[in-house]
């Protein structure tokens, strides 16, 4: 029997995933993850946004088109918010965002041990693993299977922020921090040339068992590999996570969500900062790391944002000159305070400003570009792109040269190319 687990949504997911394969190959099953023929399909949803959603659901006739015959295993975020979405679609065992790997391995277990789909799916049903919102401590599960040059290590899981527009707090459950001792042997076994910290908020790690973010960086410096970080909240940023960084070999990459430029949307979204705030830890950023890619996430369209907000959190875009931007339309999530509270805006009306917004991710990105230009930069090459190997810089510049995949090299960056720079041996 050949199991296949699909992931949808965050780098944590992946995680995820790639824990329960593990745990399926360390108890013998033939598991691995990919959207391919395969007798069982581990679905792991995503429910972000109510696209997210139905991207989920559509992967079931995906997987019944390879296989009509097939058992579908679904979990996460998805079957989390809706599992009756699920149950109509025919889906043989559901389970929710906890302790993923061993509610999929008693799955597996009881395909093995019955072969009447109808009595194994009561089997199934009757230990559905859905997540309490009592939940309090670190859910620890096989150190992931890896079979890429970057790994991603999670740190943390669950969310106490209960910003305005989002669903994932009801889903994920309190903020829960992984121990430092297992996150560093975790890291002790990667083979690969750089890591990737992540988690659902990970900047509030350690506060449920006595450390701090920078505490944990700290500890990470003795890891002798490429560190970069996943994203953060603006509060997370102080000195002490900065000098951490800076004396322990981190990527001067900051991926710092901001979601609006505008101080009374952010109040009105619940976000716990304000621009003032936001900036500041901008300034701090650019004092210990001078050539930071600074990055962020902006919704745009959210309820309370008027004409005159929109154009305050463009201009405050501008004034932080990230270096990229990703760019999301409000999506209304059913269960959140926003849902309830406010009507949508005209879609029109925020495909415009998503459309203004893009406009200016491109031309900040560009700039960006441009700065580095004639700069000497170490890349990790991973992937073939266009004819040319492509690895990013610490900064999170996308380069393309000819250098070899697997290595870190130093490359000068010469002119634009593609969706970044290309990069030529050092003479």
């Known amino acids: 029997m050949i199991v296949k687990v699909v992931t949808l949504g965050c780098k944590v997911n992946q995680c995820e995933s790639a824990s329960i394969v593990a745990t399926l190959v360390a108890h013998g099953y033939n598991a691995s993850e990919g959207l391919e023929p395969a007798d069982v399909y581990v679905l792991n949803t995503c429910s972000v946004t109510a696209e997210a959603d139905k991207k989920s659901r559509q992967y079931l006739a995906k997987m019944r088109k390879l296989n009509p015959n097939c058992i579908i295993i679904a979990i996460g975020c998805s079957t989390q918010n809706a599992p009756e979405k699920f149950i109509q679609n025919n889906v043989l065992a559901i389970y929710g965002t906890n302790d993923k790997s061993r509610s999929v391995l008693n799955a597996i277990i009881n395909i093995y041990k019955c072969n009447d789909y109808n009595t194994l799916s009561d089997i199934i049903h009757s230990?559905?693993?859905?997540?309490?919102?009592?939940?309090?401590?670190?859910?620890y599960e096989s150190y992931p299977l890896r079979n890429k040059t970057r790994a991603f290590i999670k740190i943390q899981d669950?969310?106490?922020?209960?910003?305005?527009?989002?669903?994932?707090?009801?889903?994920?459950?309190?903020?829960?921090?992984?121990?430092?001792?297992?996150?560093?042997r975790e890291c002790d076994e990667i083979a690969s040339r750089e890591i990737v910290l992540t988690g659902i908020d990970m900047s509030a790690y350690g506060k449920d068992i006595g450390h701090t973010f920078a505490e944990l960086l700290s500890a990470l410096s003795a890891i002798k590999v490429r560190k970069r970080l996943g994203s953060l909240e603006c509060e997370a940023i102080d000195r002490n996570v900065l000098k951490a960084m800076s004396d322990g070999g981190y990527c001067a990459h900051f991926h710092l969500s901001l979601q609006s430029g505008s101080s009374e949307v952010l109040r009105t979204m619940n976000r716990k900062y304000n621009t003032e705030l936001y900036y500041e830890k901008i300034e701090m950023i650019r004092e210990y790391f001078p050539s930071a890619g600074i990055t962020t996430d902006v919704i745009v369209g959210f309820p309370s944002e008027t004409d005159e907000f929109f154009k305050e959190s463009l201009e405050f875009i501008e004034k932080c000159a990230f270096s990229d931007i990703h760019v999301f339309p409000y999506s209304r999530r059913t269960g959140t305070l926003a849902a309830k509270k406010y009507s949508t805006l005209p879609p029109d009306t925020v495909k415009a400003r998503v459309d203004r917004l893009l406009d200016v991710k491109n031309t900040l990105h560009n700039q960006f570009l441009l700065k580095n230009i004639d700069t000497v930069q170490s890349v990790y090459v991973e992937d073939s792109e266009d004819g040319f190997n492509v690895g990013y810089t610490e900064n999170y510049i996308k380069v393309y040269s000819t250098a070899n995949c697997g290595e870190i090299t130093d490359l000068k960056l010469v002119k634009p190319y593609g969706t970044g720079l290309l990069g030529e041996p050092v003479a």
Request: glycine share 4%.
């Open 158 to 184: 669950g969310c106490d922020r209960f910003c305005s527009y989002c669903i994932i707090p009801y889903l994920r459950g309190r903020s829960r921090s992984r121990s430092i001792e297992d996150i560093l």
């Open 127 to 139: 230990n559905k693993s859905l997540i309490s919102s009592e939940k309090r401590e670190y859910c």
